[in-house]
């Protein structure tokens, strides 16, 4: 939307912008119109009562710290096979410009 007090309005503290804002106006009207269809459609739903502790408090996994560590190992072991060849290269390119 281009009204820069956009995000006055929807906190609340835009005062009368509404009243004089036919856009802001329109789309107050279309987010409460939403909010009443949520409201009733999702009235008889309820979250588990576990849900809350398992979204706060997860049981964390440890597969991507094993991934993590084999992937670091893939990297030193490359970097292990490739370095002394390349410094070989690289002192052989020097010795033969000197």
């Known amino acids: 939307m281009a009204c820069p007090e956009l995000e006055d309005l929807l906190s609340g503290a835009s005062g009368n912008h509404a009243v004089h804002c036919e856009a802001c106006r329109a789309l107050l009207d279309a ?4 909010d009443s269809v949520f ?10 009562a ?8 997860p049981r964390l996994s440890p597969i991507p710290e094993v991934l993590d560590l084999i ?3 893939a990297v030193l072991a ?4 490739v370095l ?3 410094t070989s290269l ?3 390119i020097f010795t033969g410009l000197g």
């Open 84 to 86: 002394p060849r390349f």
């Open 78 to 81: 490359v970097a292990a096979i």
């Open 39 to 48: 409201d009733a459609a999702f009235a008889g739903i309820s979250a588990p």
């Open 71 to 73: 992937g670091w190992a």
């Open 50 to 57: 576990g849900l809350a502790a398992s979204v706060l408090y």
């Open 90 to 92: 690289l002192s052989s």
């Open 31 to 34: 987010c409460a119109e939403i």
